[in-house]
């Protein structure tokens, strides 16, 4: 078998059991679900959580997909525009958000195929260009006059919960 006949999900699997045979105690994991069917994912979500259980290795999963963080992951970093808004434990950060675009993501989420998408209103930042204060203040309906000059500091919401806010 050649590496250019595998599937994507055989590719991840063997790059997984490449990592693993060098014994880490911690994996980083970037977008290793992207572009994968949702058998495969999960199947490759499975994996992970074996090496996790059985192997006693921390896993670092980077990923713009939140169900599969809702699925994988116990505590989470949210990031927008290349700073963490939001920290808490899967709890914390699917039943109480705090951070407009920590809920606006979960909003995104369909609970059935019936819902209709929420969808976040303009588009993301220009990177090499960022606005003042808070990045997400201009996709924000509800942000304050002090959002467009000054970004809000991480304030501890509970032991396990932080979130960018006034």
Request: hydrophobic share 45%; proline share 7%; charged share 20%.
């Amino acid at each position: 078998m050649y590496p250019h006949t595998l599937s994507g999900g055989m590719k991840q699997r063997v790059v997984i059991t490449m990592v693993v045979a060098l014994k880490p105690s911690l994996i980083i994991a970037d977008e290793p679900t992207t572009a994968l069917d949702p058998t495969v994912q999960a199947s490759v979500l499975a994996l992970f959580d074996e090496i996790r259980e059985t192997m006693n290795i921390s896993i670092i999963l980077i990923s713009h997909n939140i169900s599969v963080v809702a699925k994988f992951c116990d505590y989470i970093y949210v990031m927008y525009a290349g700073k963490i808004v939001e920290r808490g434990t899967k709890k914390d950060i699917f039943t109480e958000p705090k951070h407009p675009y920590t809920w606006a993501l979960i909003s995104a989420i369909p609970e059935n195929k019936e819902d209709r998408l929420y969808s976040i209103k303009g588009t993301p930042p220009d990177m090499n260009n960022l606005p003042l204060g808070d990045a997400f203040a201009p996709r924000n309906d509800y942000a304050l006059e002090i959002d467009f000059v000054k970004e809000a500091p991480l304030f501890e919401v509970s032991k396990t919960h932080a979130a960018a806010s006034w």
